[in-house]
């Protein structure tokens, strides 16, 4: 059984960041587990951004941050369901319950459901943060889902028009260390 994290210094980066973004919608995978032959994994290490504002340290997560959406509906994690069998082997999960109880998601989902739930979380945001070139699977996902912004935005005309690095502002906060 793992222990619940101390959620206060997560909760405090969450806010600064949250002020930093001013009305743009941050998507932060976590890592992945990469295996290491036909049956074995590496030994898993999150993303360091994505550990630095959740303090989630599960593979195959994605965390949102909508800075344009109330309070209480701001923070959203896509995690990997509870699954007793593939705990056996991969070791103890938090699930969607988990992630929201201990680790203080506004709101947490099967991460099978994040590209049926993605567009309608960041709809509404002046602008999209997502690093390029690091999570392939996520990034069709969310380039699919952008370009057809971008139609919408000819017609309605609102909505993000470009993607930007969300490390702009986490390489700045990350810059100094707490205790």
């Given at each position: 059984f793992m222990f619940p994290p101390d959620n206060?210094?997560?909760?405090?980066?969450r806010e600064i960041f949250f002020n930093k973004l001013n009305g743009k919608a941050a998507i932060i995978p976590g890592a992945n587990l990469v295996r290491h032959h036909a049956d074995c994994e590496?030994?898993?290490?999150?993303?360091?951004?994505?550990?630095?504002?959740?303090?989630?340290?599960?593979p195959d997560s994605i965390a949102l941050f909508l800075?344009?959406?109330?309070?209480?509906?701001?923070?959203?994690?896509f995690v990997a369901p509870k699954d007793i069998i593939g705990e056996?082997?991969?070791?103890?999960?938090?699930?969607?319950?988990g992630a929201e109880k201990e680790f203080k998601a506004d709101k947490a989902h099967s991460i099978n459901d994040f590209k049926d739930l993605l567009s309608s979380y960041i709809s509404g945001a002046d602008e999209t943060l997502f690093s390029i070139g690091k999570h392939p699977k996520v990034e069709k996902i969310i380039l699919d889902i952008f370009s057809k912004q971008i139609e919408?935005?000819?017609?309605?005309g609102e909505g993000a028009n470009n993607i930007k690095s969300p490390e702009i502002y986490l390489n700045e906060m990350r810059l100094i260390?707490?205790?």
């Open positions: 206060k210094v997560f909760e405090e980066r590496y030994p898993f290490r999150q993303d360091s951004n994505f550990w630095y504002l959740t303090g989630f340290d599960e800075s344009h959406k109330p309070k209480g509906q701001r923070f959203i994690l056996v082997w991969h070791g103890f999960r938090w699930g969607i319950e919408d935005r000819s017609k309605v260390k707490s205790d």
